[in-house]
């Protein structure tokens, strides 16, 4: 037998589950998160498989969703040194690196920043010849003083020659084993959103190998030689290797492994997905089985982006949000939360605060905790919070529709148990078995995906043989990051004509996805 685990960090609650070869859930653990993030990881883990008496040795794939790298951008906290290369003078000296960015990210991250000659118009053409003597001259200024780097070229998803030689040139002078993260392997185009992404991918480089170590180590301390997998935000997993070149992938990830756990229970491939936990719920899109991607450019720790990030909407409500009452009988909602200590605060559970959990156990919607310690509250009053609660729901659920017709709506997560089998703009309402987990259950079921974000020009290939070569790229991008080559399906494929551009110019998008590859001569 071939058994997988995994694991899913919320901001609440650490999710871990044991799966067999036919992904039924062998067993199954919540632990609260924390201030660590890898304890609580641990925790989970040696629980789930205590919980299942499965033998060590038969689990062979184990798949981590993690908080570690968005935690690390919102705290400033264990970011590596950084040096900033932005490929594109003199056309681009008015508008200088990390402008806009938080003044606090901004001096942490912007020590070494450099400007150099080269990078390319948006038709391909040179601006101007890449300035390597330079390069070389920063690589001997950053030396032992930089341990990750960002290179950035002027439409460099246009043409990334500059980017790719200006990588060469650094790694020369600096070695093979320095971090070197390139813009057109991250972003779209759109310099300054392109330039942070890739700036902030340099920057939780070493967040990443700490973690990805960290739970490796932990494994093998449970006598399990398992090949380890990171979800990434786009519902699919990636390698280790993969990850430590990419860190910046894993940010929202959670959110994702939810809505890919509901598809997986439910059957469903298009619904909303509803993800309740302890502080937040988060609202996604399913389209053919994966989340919808949001098209706008996304905020990170306070500085824009414009990588693929999952279309979501997050409001401050979850099981431990904090309800107050006023004497005049007004009330408020939350944001705030007693999240992770809902278990001791909760006036279900002898706490002395009350929170939505107990809301909905005095009007005997949900079964948790002592209703006895609820039961002198005022009914008529909390029917209307109640009401609040829902009302809430009901108008995020209506901000991520695309029309006017009614949708099927999946509660999961373990703060669903809050709302009703009845929901406004919703066709059905369905909240499947191991909802509490779902998004544990999506680490570990996640496909292998690959994705090339490029433009082309049709005039040299024509449109049919353009779009062949970037599926080809994509499948490839799957297999390298580890999908067994036989299953690897075109999930997604996208073209925008770009008018301005000369050369019948488009930018293609294309996601290939297939199951994991079982190299079980790799395991044992």
């Known amino acids: 037998m071939s058994y997988r685990i995994g694991i899913d960090v919320g901001g609440t609650h650490t999710d871990a589950v044991l799966l067999d070869k036919d992904y039924n859930v062998v067993s199954k653990t919540k632990s609260a998160t924390t201030e660590d993030v890898s304890s609580g990881i641990y925790k989970a883990m040696r629980e789930v498989i205590a919980n299942s008496g499965v033998p060590r040795e038969q689990i062979h794939y184990a798949m981590l969703g993690t908080t570690h790298c968005t935690n690390a951008i919102v705290e400033r906290k264990r970011l590596n040194e950084i040096a900033v290369i932005r490929i594109g003078a003199p056309a681009t000296l008015a508008v200088k690196p990390l402008i806009g960015v938080p003044q606090d990210l901004r001096e942490r991250l912007g020590k070494h920043v450099y400007l150099v000659r080269g990078g390319h118009e948006f038709d391909g053409r040179e601006i101007a010849k890449l300035d390597e003597e330079e390069l070389v001259r920063i690589a001997k200024e950053i030396k032992e003083k930089v341990n990750s780097i960002a290179v950035t070229s002027v439409f460099s998803p246009v043409s990334k020659e500059h980017e790719l030689r200006a990588a060469e040139v650094l790694q020369e002078a600096l070695g093979e084993d320095l971090p070197i993260s390139l813009s057109h392997e991250i972003g779209s185009v759109g310099l300054l959103e392109r330039e942070n992404a890739t700036i902030l991918n340099a920057a939780v480089v070493n967040v990443a190998k700490a973690t990805a170590e960290g739970f490796v180590n932990a494994l093998q301390e449970e006598g399990i030689n398992a090949k380890v997998f990171f979800g990434q935000n786009d519902g699919t997993l990636m390698n280790v290797e993969y990850a430590m070149k990419y860190p910046i992938l894993t940010i929202a990830c959670g959110p994702t492994n939810s809505i890919r756990g509901a598809s997986y229970l439910t059957g469903l491939s298009d619904a909303l997905v509803v993800d309740v936990g302890g502080t937040t719920t988060d609202i996604g899109v399913l389209i053919n089985s994966f989340p919808r991607e949001s098209s706008l450019a996304v905020e990170i720790g306070g500085a824009r982006t414009n990588f693929r990030m999952p279309d979501l909407v997050s409001i401050g409500l979850g099981g431990g949000t904090i309800v107050r009452i006023k004497e005049d009988g007004s009330f408020t909602v939350g ?12 006036l279900v559970f002898g706490g002395d605060t009350l929170t939505t959990t107990d809301v909905a156990v005095a009007l005997g919607k949900a079964n948790i905790g002592d209703p006895e310690k609820v039961a002198h509250l005022d009914k008529v009053l909390l029917e ?24 099927p709506v999946i509660l999961v997560g373990g703060g669903s148990i809050l709302l009703p089998d009845r ?52 499948v490839s991008e799957a297999i390298a990051a580890g999908a067994d080559p036989d299953t690897v399906e075109i999930v997604d494929v996208e073209d925008v004509p770009l008018a301005y551009l000369p050369g019948n110019a488009t930018r293609v998008r294309v996601k290939a996805a297939g199951v994991l590859a079982v190299n079980m001569e790799e395991v044992h």
């Open 423 to 474: 929901l406004k703009g919703a066709s059905e309402v369905i909240c499947p078995g191991d909802f509490g987990v779902a998004n544990a259950i999506g680490a570990a079921i996640a496909q292998v995906s690959g994705q090339i974000e490029r433009v082309f020009a049709l005039d040299e290939l024509g449109r049919e043989q353009t779009l062949e070569l970037a599926k080809s790229i994509a």
């Open 335 to 346: 944001p705030d939360s007693v999240g992770y200590r809902l278990p001791e605060k909760g």
């Open 384 to 407: 209307k919070v109640y009401g609040r609660i829902v009302g809430i729901v009901e108008e995020a659920i209506d901000k991520m529709k695309t029309s006017a017709d009614p949708v």
